[in-house]
């Protein structure tokens, strides 16, 4: 698998693609904005110049603490674009959360919304603010006006950083789980050939961007395919059931990615009512175990069994039950290509017998080279 940089995958998928729509994005369930591969493209080059001329250079960290919308993505490839590093947050942290992750990532610009700049300000008096209504319909936003859509190439290498994803882990504070340019190309091209997303799909995106689940394996697999991101903008299951359930016109859904919480909702909601899904072909499941209860479930009611998958914020996914042939309920399935994968005793890190309790350890070109500013803790995960 030959490496370029995150950044150029996208632009050539861009270009490729560029009639076609690349994001609805749809709020309360109804289309705001509607926008092509290429115009996408030129936004994303907008975003970059404003970068530019804020005096982001590459490896500098921006945060991206604004709600999901059409403006996070853009933002998000934008920074790809020139070597900068984004770090995505929960717009729900709290103070104490959010004092500590601004001063961990040392940023030079965060992203954030009109309610949050007197919060921010009061945290962080020094660090830049690009305050953006997330609100407004997003040709309404005037922050990208006046902005050539045209770039000067920057050089990004395949082991630049990328991405900060925040994990909160199991003990001590939040850790920053480094993504690189490699890192995100692999896990995104596995997911391409494993689950076979092309340019023919249509996807119901209803996960938060802030997290790898929303962010990597959803929105880049998508996009770097050519395929149409139907991008909802909270999650609602009156809202979902509408769009999932709709047969004819340009916006037929293909796949949805959910965790167990989400299916649940939305089972609820149709109350055991089947529903015509038949033009669905793919439905996901991951960040948290499903039980085998509630995979018979999912299959009875929306008519095919679900895709499970296991993965983490420091290693992309990993692993996947197959899209075609036996899946098996409740398990994690099989490693992804050019994953390797023992199963060991956790105190001697001697292999296991088959059938047997331990450790899993992991080793492939998708997972982080370390945690940002944490040697001590990326020593004990190596």
């Known amino acids: 698998m030959s490496v370029e940089s995150f950044s150029d995958d996208f632009t050539e998928s861009f270009l490729t693609y560029k009639d076609k729509p690349a994001i ?15 115009e996408l493209n030129q936004d994303i080059n907008r975003m970059a110049n404003l970068f530019l001329a804020r005096g982001i250079a590459k490896g500098e960290r921006v945060i991206l603490f604004i709600q999901k919308s059409l ?15 984004a770090v995505p947050l929960n717009t729900g942290f709290k103070k104490s959360e959010l004092q500590y992750l601004l001063s961990d990532a040392e940023a030079r610009l965060i992203l954030s919304e009109p309610a949050k700049e007197p919060f921010i300000r009061e945290i962080s008096p020094s660090l830049s603010n690009l305050v953006i209504d997330t609100q407004q319909s ?68 209803a996960l938060p961007l802030f ?58 909601y ?47 996914m990993n692993f996947s039950n197959p899209l075609r042939g036996k899946r098996k309920p409740g398990s994690i399935g099989l490693p992804l290509p050019a994953l390797e994968v023992r199963i060991v005793d956790p105190d001697t890190g001697i292999d296991v017998a088959p059938g047997q309790t331990g450790e899993i350890r992991l080793k492939g070109p998708a997972i982080s080279p370390g945690y940002w500013r944490k040697p001590d803790e990326t020593a004990g995960a190596c």
């Open 138 to 205: 997003y040709h309404d936003l005037d922050v990208l006006r006046g902005l050539s859509s045209e770039i000067k190439p920057i050089e990004i290498k395949p082991h630049d950083p990328a991405l900060i994803i925040y994990t909160s882990g199991t003990t001590g504070k939040p850790k920053g789980a480094i993504l690189t340019q490699e890192n995100l190309i692999h896990d995104a091209r596995n997911i391409i050939n494993i689950w076979e997303i092309n340019e023919s799909d249509v996807l119901c995106h």
């Open 211 to 268: 997290h790898v689940h929303g962010l990597c394996f959803a929105l880049h697999t998508s996009l770097l395919a050519g395929a149409h991101v139907l991008l909802l903008d909270k999650f609602s299951a009156p809202r979902i059931i509408e769009v999932l359930s709709k047969k004819e016109g340009p916006r037929v859904c293909t796949v949805f990615m959910a965790v167990p919480a989400m299916y649940a909702k939305l089972m609820e």
């Open 24 to 38: 609805t994005f749809l709020r309360d369930g109804r289309v705001e904005t509607e926008i092509s591969y290429l």
């Open 270 to 316: 149709l109350n055991d009512k089947k529903l015509d899904f038949e033009h669905m072909r793919l439905w996901t499941s991951g960040s948290a175990p499903l039980l085998a209860k509630d995979y018979e479930r999912i299959h009875r009611i929306f008519g095919r069994e679900p895709v499970e998958r296991e993965g983490m914020s420091e290693t992309g």
């Open 71 to 85: 403006i996070f993505v853009v933002a998000h490839l934008a920074l790809q674009r020139i070597g900068a590093i």
